[in-house]
DNA sequence: TTGATTTGGAAACGTTCATTCCCTAATTAT
DNA sequence: ATAATTAGGGAATGAACGTTTCCAAATCAA
C-alpha cells in the first residue's frame, strides 16, 4: 500500500463497505501527535483517541503503527511543500525567494507552534539508527530541501540578486542546517523577534 | 543526590558498601545509549546491557530511568565543554574562536560520531512538550552554546577580527541554530567534505 | 436475494516495559 | 564482635504496549 492510496481519494469506487473516516483529517491529527510527542513516545492509545478511530481500524488501515507515522510522515511533506512553494512563487528574485524560504521555516519555529517541532527532524532523531526505511524517507526530505535552496540560489545568482562568488551547494546545505536547527531550537520556546533576528542575520550566507 | 554526587569521587568514603563500578564509565555507556536511540526507545534492558549492571543496582544508584538520563545529560554537557573550551583556547583572534567552536560541532556532525547524534538536541526533541524538568536543562545547556558564541562575537569584535556591523546576540542565536541543525543533518550520515563546506559558508555570519 | 468483500470496533493476547522486593555481600561505626 | 548501612543483582510485579481476532455493519457483484 504506497502513500498515495492512503492521501487520496481513490478514483473509483472499490468493493466492501466504505471508510467511514476522513483520511487527511486522520492523518493530519496523527502527525500532530507524533510531532508533538515524537514516534517511540506515541502510543496507539493516543493515536486513537487524536484519530478518532478504534484500534482495529487503525491496524486495518495502515498495517501497523509505523504505518501510520509514514503515512502521516507523506502527508505532513506534502502539505509542507506546498505552502512553502507559495511562498517560494510570491517573491521576485531569487534571493527574494531564498528569504522567503527561510522566513518558511523561521515562522514555524517560534511560539507554540514551534514547541509542537517537526516531524522530519523529528524523524531524523527517532529513527536514524533504528529503521532504515523511515530513516531513507528523511534523507529524501532533507535532500528535497537542500536541492530546492541551491535551486534558488542558483536563480539568484542568474537575476544578479546573489553574487556569484556564493557557492550553491556549500550554502544550501548550510540554510539547510539552519532551518532544520531553527525547528530544533524552537522546541526550546523562543519568541518571535529572537528568531527572526536569526533569520535576517543568516541571509548573509548569501552575500 | 544531585548531579556533582553522581559524577565526581566522593572525597571520603561513606558508609556501607562501597560502589563497585566506575561511575563516568558507566555514564559514558548511558549516553552512548540514549544517544544512540533516544530517551524513549532506550530500555532499561538496554541500559543493563550497555552499564554492565543489574536493573536492581541501576535503580539503586540513579533512582529511575529519567535519572539515568540525566546523569549522563550532565556527564555529556561537562565533557562536551571541557573539549569545546580547548578548542577555543587554541585560537587567537575572536573570529578564529567562532571557527574553532564551528569547527568543534562540524566534526561531529559526519560519519558514524554524526549519525550517533547529540544528546542536548535529541532531548530537545524527546522531552520539549512531555517533561518540563528535563527540557529545562536542554534550555540552559542551548543558553549556554548561545551565550559562548556572542561572547566570541565580542571579543572578536574588540580585537578588530569581526566587523562591529554585526549583532552578536543575532549572530550567536544563527550560530546556535546553525549548529544544532548540523548535528541533526548529521544523523543522516553526510560526507566530511559537505560538512566543513557548510561550515566555511556559515562563517559569512560573522563578516 | 445471496455471496463476496471491506470497514468499524471491542475484547483478548502475549510481550515488554519500568519499577520494586528481597536477599546477599561488603564496608564503617561502636 | 556486632550492629548499621549501603551496594549488587535476580526474581517478581503490575501496568502498558503493539497487535490480532472476531463479529457486526455496509457496500458491490451476480
Redesign the pocket.
Given at each position: 500500500m504506497t502513500v498515495a492510496t492512503l492521501t487520496s481519494e481513490a478514483k473509483t469506487?472499490?468493493?466492501?463497505?466504505?471508510?467511514?473516516?476522513d483520511m487527511d483529517a486522520a492523518l493530519d491529527s496523527a502527525l500532530r501527535v507524533f510531532s508533538e510527542r515524537g514516534y517511540?513516545a506515541?502510543?496507539?492509545?493516543?493515536?486513537t483517541e487524536a484519530m478518532?478511530?478504534?484500534?482495529?481500524?487503525?491496524?486495518?488501515?495502515f498495517?501497523?503503527?509505523?504505518?501510520v507515522f509514514l503515512a502521516a510522515f507523506g502527508r505532513y511533506r506534502q502539505l509542507g511543500r506546498r505552502r512553502l512553494e507559495a511562498m517560494i512563487a510570491s517573491a521576485e528574485t531569487g534571493r527574494d525567494k531564498v528569504f522567503q524560504m527561510v522566513m518558511y521555516y523561521t515562522e514555524l519555529s517560534y511560539g507554540e507552534a514551534g514547541r509542537k517541532g517537526c516531524l522530519v527532524v523529528g524523524g531524523a532523531n527517532d529513527f536514524a539508527l533504528l529503521d532504515e526505511e523511515a530513516a531513507a524517507h528523511v534523507v529524501t526530505a532533507f535532500a528535497a530541501d537542500e536541492k530546492l535552496m541551491a535551486d534558488l540560489i542558483r536563480i539568484g545568482q542568474a537575476d544578479g540578486s546573489i553574487p556569484k562568488t556564493v557557492d550553491p551547494d556549500a550554502a544550501a546545505l548550510a540554510f539547510l542546517c539552519f532551518t532544520k536547527g531553527l525547528r530544533v531550537i524552537g522546541k526550546t520556546g523562543r519568541s518571535r523577534e529572537e528568531m527572526m533576528s536569526a533569520a535576517e542575520a543568516a541571509m548573509k550566507l548569501v552575500t
Amino acid at each position: 500500500m504506497t502513500v498515495a492510496t492512503l492521501t487520496s481519494e481513490a478514483k473509483t469506487r472499490s468493493r466492501g463497505r466504505p471508510r467511514e473516516f476522513d483520511m487527511d483529517a486522520a492523518l493530519d491529527s496523527a502527525l500532530r501527535v507524533f510531532s508533538e510527542r515524537g514516534y517511540h513516545a506515541t502510543s496507539i492509545s493516543d493515536l486513537t483517541e487524536a484519530m478518532d478511530l478504534a484500534s482495529g481500524s487503525i491496524y486495518k488501515a495502515f498495517k501497523d503503527k509505523r504505518g501510520v507515522f509514514l503515512a502521516a510522515f507523506g502527508r505532513y511533506r506534502q502539505l509542507g511543500r506546498r505552502r512553502l512553494e507559495a511562498m517560494i512563487a510570491s517573491a521576485e528574485t531569487g534571493r527574494d525567494k531564498v528569504f522567503q524560504m527561510v522566513m518558511y521555516y523561521t515562522e514555524l519555529s517560534y511560539g507554540e507552534a514551534g514547541r509542537k517541532g517537526c516531524l522530519v527532524v523529528g524523524g531524523a532523531n527517532d529513527f536514524a539508527l533504528l529503521d532504515e526505511e523511515a530513516a531513507a524517507h528523511v534523507v529524501t526530505a532533507f535532500a528535497a530541501d537542500e536541492k530546492l535552496m541551491a535551486d534558488l540560489i542558483r536563480i539568484g545568482q542568474a537575476d544578479g540578486s546573489i553574487p556569484k562568488t556564493v557557492d550553491p551547494d556549500a550554502a544550501a546545505l548550510a540554510f539547510l542546517c539552519f532551518t532544520k536547527g531553527l525547528r530544533v531550537i524552537g522546541k526550546t520556546g523562543r519568541s518571535r523577534e529572537e528568531m527572526m533576528s536569526a533569520a535576517e542575520a543568516a541571509m548573509k550566507l548569501v552575500t
